[in-house]
């Protein structure tokens, strides 16, 4: 790896997600929170958007909006950071007072992930479980939102847990571990919610979450595909070669994200029918057994 592709965030090895407090004041406050994050706070706003082109998708930001802000300001640092990295989880903490609230409603509608409030009150526990809310946020509100209205109760469940999986750099063993089931139940919730086999679905959440990072305008392919586990450039635009039929180059220019969600419709439907065309095969089975034995 050359020096102009070396992560400016240190590899972990016990897949706990950075977390970058972007703000001194807000370490004494996220230092002792409860669930899997590694606390941040040396990478400062200059090399913010160099550490998020090759950090990995559970990367997360908290940013205090109004910390070094000038009065009247409309909070510009945050602003381009949603515009050039829409795909990261940002979590603003701020107080939570009445006469904000326009403030807030405007934050939330630019993609803020979540709204943390400052105070004593506040304690380790809540704010580990606002962070576990807003680290697959992103992915999972793309992904919901576009989904078929067809798609069933039980393989969106499925699905959004393969965004979170996907999020955190998983495959599918880790999808089982998420639901809680083993391999072999896995497989049978994905046929009976007609879905593919649970591999495809995480191979095809890993190539929508790639996507939703080539969306990023502050990103190129090699950091999109770091970032969202593949070994290399390379790795990733087979992916996206074999699954979408496209290369990255034409894929980026018709909107990345919005055409790899269109043919990830497009196979929900295909086994969709194939699992209504299984399932009458099975019935004229039964059928010409019964009779069988008339």
Same mark, same amino acid.
């Given at each position: 790896?050359?020096?102009?592709?070396?992560?400016?965030?240190?590899?972990?090895?016990?897949?706990?997600?950075?977390?970058?407090?972007?703000?001194?004041?807000?370490?004494?406050?996220?230092? =002792?929170?409860?669930?899997?994050?590694?606390?941040? $706070? =040396?990478?400062?706003? $200059?090399?913010? =958007?160099?550490?998020?082109?090759?950090?990995?998708?559970?990367?997360?930001?908290?940013?205090?909006?109004?910390?070094?802000?000038?009065?009247?300001?409309?909070?510009?640092?945050?602003?381009?950071?949603?515009?050039?990295?829409?795909?990261?989880?940002?979590? +603003? #903490?701020?107080?939570?007072?009445?006469?904000?609230?326009?403030?807030?409603?405007?934050?939330?509608?630019?993609? +803020?992930?979540?709204?943390?409030?400052?105070?004593?009150?506040?304690?380790?526990?809540?704010?580990?479980?606002?962070?576990?809310?807003? =680290?697959?946020?992103?992915?999972?509100?793309?992904?919901?939102?576009?989904?078929?209205?067809?798609?069933?109760?039980?393989?969106?469940?499925?699905?959004?847990?393969?965004?979170?999986?996907?999020?955190?750099? $998983?495959?599918?063993?880790?999808?089982?571990?998420?639901?809680?089931?083993?391999?072999?139940?896995?497989?049978?919730?994905?046929?009976?919610?007609?879905?593919?086999?649970?591999?495809?679905?995480?191979?095809?959440?890993?190539?929508?979450?790639?996507?939703?990072?080539?969306?990023?305008?502050?990103?190129?392919?090699?950091?999109?595909?770091?970032?969202?586990?593949?070994?290399?450039?390379?790795?990733?635009?087979?992916?996206?070669?074999?699954?979408?039929?496209?290369?990255?180059?034409?894929?980026?220019?018709?909107?990345?994200?919005?055409?790899?969600?269109?043919?990830?419709?497009?196979?929900?439907?295909? #086994?969709?029918?194939?699992?209504?065309? #299984? #399932?009458?095969?099975?019935?004229?089975?039964?059928?010409?057994?019964?009779?069988?034995?008339?």
């Amino acid at each position: 790896m050359t020096a102009q592709n070396t992560p400016l965030l240190p590899a972990f090895d016990d897949n706990r997600r950075p977390v970058l407090l972007m703000e001194p004041g807000l370490v004494p406050l996220f230092r =002792h929170v409860d669930g899997p994050f590694r606390m941040m $706070g =040396h990478v400062g706003w $200059g090399e913010l =958007h160099d550490a998020l082109r090759r950090s990995p998708p559970s990367t997360m930001v908290v940013v205090d909006p109004y910390a070094g802000a000038r009065l009247g300001e409309r909070f510009p640092r945050l602003r381009e950071l949603l515009r050039r990295f829409p795909s990261v989880p940002v979590v +603003v #903490a701020m107080e939570l007072r009445r006469e904000l609230a326009p403030e807030v409603n405007m934050l939330v509608e630019w993609g +803020v992930s979540e709204v943390v409030p400052l105070g004593r009150e506040v304690t380790p526990l809540a704010l580990g479980r606002r962070l576990e809310q807003a =680290h697959a946020r992103p992915l999972k509100r793309a992904v919901e939102t576009t989904l078929s209205p067809l798609v069933r109760s039980d393989a969106r469940q499925i699905l959004m847990a393969a965004a979170e999986v996907a999020a955190d750099g $998983g495959q599918a063993p880790e999808l089982g571990t998420r639901l809680r089931v083993s391999p072999r139940t896995l497989t049978e919730r994905c046929t009976n919610a007609e879905l593919p086999p649970p591999r495809t679905v995480q191979a095809w959440m890993r190539v929508l979450l790639a996507c939703m990072l080539l969306d990023d305008p502050g990103r190129t392919v090699y950091g999109a595909a770091y970032a969202s586990g593949y070994q290399s450039d390379r790795s990733l635009r087979r992916s996206i070669t074999a699954l979408l039929g496209v290369d990255s180059t034409t894929l980026r220019r018709a909107g990345a994200f919005k055409t790899a969600v269109k043919a990830f419709n497009v196979m929900l439907r295909e #086994a969709r029918d194939a699992a209504w065309a #299984a #399932a009458r095969q099975a019935d004229r089975d039964e059928q010409q057994r019964r009779a069988a034995r008339e």
